[in-house]
């Protein structure tokens, strides 16, 4: 059985380009979170909302 070659390089860019996707959507992810959020932070405010009533009820 013959083996294939590999090209070192194309296989290192895919590695590479495979982890800065996995490394972005990681980043991604837990910046949507309200708690890591620094670019939106969320005030107290904003964060303890307590929902209205439903119709009808007492």
């Not at 895919?14 to 939106?40: D, E, M, T």
């Amino acid at each position: 059985m013959v083996r294939k070659n590999y090209n070192f390089r194309a296989v290192l860019a895919a590695y590479i380009g495979a982890g800065l996707v996995v490394a972005f959507l990681i980043h991604f992810i837990v910046l949507s979170s309200p708690k890591y959020n620094w670019i939106f932070p969320q005030t107290s405010t904003t964060a303890a909302v307590i929902p209205a009533p439903a119709p009808g009820a007492k």
